[in-house]
C-alpha cells in the first residue's frame, strides 16, 4: 500500500486544480485519437441534433390531426409521421456510429494506459516491489484502469451527446415558450448544486472502495501464489478470514458509494419530475386561457423532458467522472513514482567489458531500520575471471552484497567500480545486460522451455538455444519430453523438477554469456545424480567470467579461487580454501562442522548449506 493513500488530505482550493491536472493527463492519452474522437463528436451533434426536431414535429402533429376532428384530408399528418420516420433512422444510423467511434477511442486509451503503466512499473527498482503488493499493483491495471476505461469509452459518448441535447433543448425550450421556461428552469441550479455536494463524497468513497480492493487482491494474490504453504499448514480458514475481512471494508465502502449513489439518482428524478408537474399545471392553465395551442404545450413538455432526462443523465455521468477520477489518482500515482534508481544523464559506456568489479569502502542499508548498516567497510577488488565463493551465516548480507552489481540497490557510501567506472555513471540497460544471475529459487515464466532458454538473447538461433541446452546438461532431459524444446512448462516452471528448473537456468545464463556472473547455489535438496548435473553445468558456465557464488556447496568452495567470508556485514577473512584452512577463524570452523556431519553421513544434514551458510 502506498503511505497514507487514502488518508491523504487535499485542501478545497487544491482539489479543482488537482482535477483539472488529471483530465489534462488523461486527455494526453488520447491525443493520438482526435480524428476518431473528431468523427464521433460530428455523428453526435447529427444524432443529437435531429433528436431536437421531433418534439417540435409532435407538437404540429397534435395541432394537424387530433384539434381537426372531422377533416378527412390525412396529406399533413402522412407527411409529418414521414418525416418522423425518416429522422428518426437517421438519428439511429449516426447515433449507432457516434457509439462505436467514441467506444474504440475510449479502448484504444485504455489499452494505451495499460500498456504505459506496465511498461512504467518495469522500470522501477526492488525497493519499489518491496514496499507495494502484487496484488495491489495487479489491481491498478485492472479494476482502475477499467473503471477508466467506462469513462472514456461510453460516459464521453454520453457527455457530449447529452450536452448537445441540453443546449439545443434549452434554447428551443425558450423558442417554444419563454415563460415555461423560465419556471422550468428554477430547477437547475438545485439539481447541479445537489450533484457538486453528493458527487464529491461519491468520489471520496469511490477511493475507498478501489483502495479496499486492491488491499484484498494483494492478499488473495499472496495466498494463492503461495497455495501449497497455506493447504499445508491447513490455514485456509485463516486465509479465508483475512480475504473475507478485506472483502468486507470493500463491501461497506461499496454501499455507502451505492447509498449515495441511490440519493442522488432520488433527488435528481424527483427534482425534475416535480418541475415537469409544475411545468403540466402552469402549462395546462396557458393553453385553457388560449395563450398556447395544445400542440406547442405538447412539444414543450418535450424538450423539457428531454432536458430533464438529460440533466438527470448528466449527474449520473458526472458520478462516473468522479469514480475514474478516483481512479486515475490511483494511476497516476503509480505513473509518477520514480525508481529510486536515477539513471546517469551521460551513461559511460561498457560495450565489451573485462569485468573487473571493485568495492571500495562500500556501506549499505535498506533505509527501513535505523540501526547498523546491512554491510559496511567492504573493500575489496575481484579481477575479471576470477570466481569468488561468498560464505558465511544466514543474514551477513550476501544476497545483499551480490544485488548491488546489477544495481538492484545503490550502495549507501562509498563506490562500487566495474571495469574502474562506477556502477552509477553507466546505463542500467547496458551494465545488466553484461552482468548474469542464476538464483536459487530459479523463476521460469510460463511458455515453452524454448522460449525460457531464449530469454537470455532473444534472437539467438534454434542451434544456439540447444548447444547452450547441451552445455547446461540439460538437452537430454529436454528432448526425452514428448514434446521437447516445446514443452510447457507451467506457471514459473512447476511442470518441471528442480533439478530441470535450475539447468533451464544455467542454458539461459549460458546463452545471454554475460562477463559477471552472480550465483546462488540451490540449498533444496537434489538427488546425487542431479546435482552432479548442475554442479557439472554450473562449471561450464563460471568459466572465463567474474563469478561470485553464494556457496553451499563443498566442491564449490573448494575449487573457488577465492573465498570472502561475510559476518554481521563485514568481511572477515579473504583468502583461498588452503590459506583460511591453515589461518583458523570462522571459516574453518564452519568448514569442519560441515564436513564432520557428511563425514557422519546424516542424510539430513550433509548438505553443505547447513553449516557453510545457513548456521
Ligand atoms: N529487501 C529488504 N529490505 C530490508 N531488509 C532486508 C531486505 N533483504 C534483506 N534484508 C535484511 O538484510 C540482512 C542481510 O540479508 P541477506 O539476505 O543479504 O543475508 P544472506 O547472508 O544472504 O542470508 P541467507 O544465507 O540466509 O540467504 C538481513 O538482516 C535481512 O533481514
Redesign the pocket.
Known amino acids: 500500500m502506498l503511505p497514507a493513500r487514502s488518508t491523504r488530505t487535499v485542501s478545497p482550493a487544491a482539489r479543482p486544480r488537482r482535477d483539472f491536472s488529471q483530465l489534462r493527463r488523461l486527455a494526453q492519452f488520447a491525443r493520438p485519437y482526435v480524428p476518431l474522437l473528431a468523427l464521433g463528436i460530428v455523428c453526435t451533434l447529427f444524432s443529437s441534433g435531429l433528436n431536437l426536431v421531433f418534439p417540435g414535429l409532435f407538437g404540429r402533429l397534435i395541432d394537424a390531426s387530433f384539434l381537426r376532428v372531422g377533416n378527412t384530408d390525412t396529406g399533413p399528418l402522412d407527411r409529418i409521421v414521414l418525416l418522423l420516420l425518416g429522422i428518426f433512422a437517421l438519428s439511429a444510423a449516426f447515433g449507432a456510429a457516434q457509439s462505436y467511434l467514441l467506444s474504440r477511442m475510449g479502448a484504444s486509451v485504455v489499452a494505451d494506459l495499460r500498456r504505459a503503466l506496465f511498461s512504467h512499473l518495469l522500470t522501477l527498482s526492488?525497493?519499489f516491489f518491496?514496499a507495494h503488493k502484487t496484488g495491489d499493483l495487479t489491481s491498478r491495471l485492472t479494476a482502475d484502469v477499467g473503471t477508466v476505461q467506462g469513462v472514456v469509452s461510453t460516459a464521453l459518448a454520453q457527455l457530449f451527446s447529452q450536452a448537445v441535447t441540453l443546449v439545443g433543448g434549452v434554447v428551443l425550450l425558450f423558442v417554444t415558450s419563454a415563460r415555461l421556461s423560465v419556471v422550468t428552469l428554477a430547477v437547475i441550479p438545485l439539481v447541479i448544486g445537489t450533484a457538486i455536494t453528493i458527487g464529491r463524497r461519491i468520489r471520496r468513497v469511490s477511493r475507498q472502495v478501489q483502495d479496499a480492493i486492491a488491499a484484498a487482491n494483494a492478499n488473495a494474490e499472496e495466498a494463492i501464489s503461495g497455495v501449497r504453504v497455506v493447504q499445508s499448514f491447513t490455514a485456509e480458514d485463516q486465509e479465508r478470514e483475512r480475504y473475507g475481512a478485506g472483502i468486507l471494508v470493500s463491501f461497506r465502502a461499496a454501499l455507502q458509494r451505492a447509498q449515495l449513489q441511490a440519493l442522488m439518482a432520488g433527488v435528481m428524478s424527483f427534482l425534475t419530475f416535480g418541475a415537469l408537474a409544475v411545468v403540466l399545471w402552469y402549462g395546462g392553465r396557458q393553453v385553457l386561457s388560449g395563450a398556447i395551442t395544445p400542440g406547442h404545450l405538447v412539444s414543450f413538455l418535450f424538450y423539457a423532458l428531454q432536458v430533464g432526462i438529460t440533466v438527470a443523465s448528466l449527474t449520473g455521468i458526472f458520478n462516473q467522472f468522479q469514480e475514474a477520477l478516483g481512479a486515475s489518482g490511483r494511476i497516476f500515482e503509480l505513473l509518477d513514482t520514480r525508481s529510486d534508481l536515477p539513471e546517469a544523464s551521460r551513461p559511460a559506456a561498457l560495450q565489451q567489458p573485462e569485468g573487473r568489479v571493485a568495492f571500495r569502502d562500500v556501506s549499505f542499508d535498506?533505509g527501513?531500520?535505523g540501526d547498523a548498516p546491512?554491510l559496511s567497510g567492504l573493500d575489496f577488488e575481484v579481477p575479471a575471471g576470477q570466481v569468488v565463493a561468498l560464505v558465511?551465516?544466514?543474514?551477513?548480507?550476501?544476497?545483499?552484497?551480490v544485488?548491488l552489481i546489477p544495481r538492484f540497490y545503490d550502495v549507501t557510501q562509498g563506490q562500487l567500480l566495474i571495469d574502474g567506472t562506477d556502477v552509477r555513471e553507466l546505463a542500467l540497460h547496458d551494465l545488466r545486460a553484461h552482468v548474469g544471475l542464476v538464483p536459487q529459487e530459479t523463476l521460469l515464466f510460463s511458455g515453452t522451455i524454448h522460449e525460457n532458454i531464449l530469454y537470455g538473447r532473444p534472437g539467438a538461433s534454434d542451434a544456439e538455444v540447444q548447444q547452450a541446452a547441451r552445455a547446461a546438461n540439460a538437452h537430454d532431459f529436454i528432448v526425452g519430453f514428448p514434446d521437447g524444446y516445446q514443452t510447457v512448462v507451467g506457471e514459473r516452471g512447476v511442470k518441471l523438477s528442480g533439478g530441470q528448473r535450475q539447468r533451464v537456468a544455467i542454458a539461459r545464463a549460458l546463452l545471454k554469456n554475460p562477463r559477471i556472473l552472480i550465483l546462488d547455489e540451490a540449498t533444496s535438496a537434489l538427488d546425487s545424480e542431479s546435482e552432479a548435473l548442475v554442479q557439472d553445468a554450473l562449471e561450464r558456465l563460471m568459466v572465463g567470467r567474474t563469478t561470485f557464488v553464494?556457496a553451499h556447496r563443498l566442491s564449490t568452495i573448494r575449487t573457488a579461487g577465492r573465498i570472502l567470508v561475510?559476518e554481521a556485514?563485514r568481511i572477515i577473512q579473504d583468502g583461498t580454501h588452503e590459506t583460511l584452512m591453515a589461518s583458523g577463524g570462522l571459516y574453518r570452523e564452519l568448514y569442519e562442522m560441515q564436513f564432520r556431519r557428511q563425514a557422519e553421513g546424516a542424510a539430513e544434514l550433509d548438505r553443505p548449506a547447513a553449516s557453510l551458510?545457513?548456521v
Open positions: 526492488p525497493r518491496a535498506y527501513d531500520r546491512i558465511g551465516p544466514s543474514g551477513a548480507g550476501k544476497s545483499t552484497l544485488g553464494i561475510l556485514g551458510t545457513g
